[in-house]
């Protein structure tokens, strides 16, 4: 089984401090004193903590994803859109899509 990520928690527990003091300092806000800005970044550190993209999506209300459309009356390979993983086109079988 893997290891969890480390939380927001883990580094404030780790740094003693609070959840919202490690918000701050993480993302650069004022409100938190150079010494406890520098606890918490070295317990971040040394914890392997990194920023989890999924959660910042959903406590900003943006995914940061890419959508892309398109129209094409050509029945290449390169422009078709496999119906599931598994049909998707492979070097193996020449670009075509598998049914």
Known sequence: MP??????????????????????????RAGVGP??????LAAASELGWSPNHRARALSTSRAFAL???????????AMSIPRSPRSAPTLADGGRERR
Request: net charge positive.
């Open 35 to 40: 010494q406890t800005r520098e606890r918490i």
């Open 67 to 77: 959508g892309l459309v398109g129209s094409t009356t050509s029945n290449s390979p």
């Open 3 to 28: 290891a969890r990520r480390p939380t927001i928690a883990d580094v404030a527990r780790q740094a003693g401090v609070s959840k919202g003091a490690v918000s701050f300092a993480l993302n650069g």
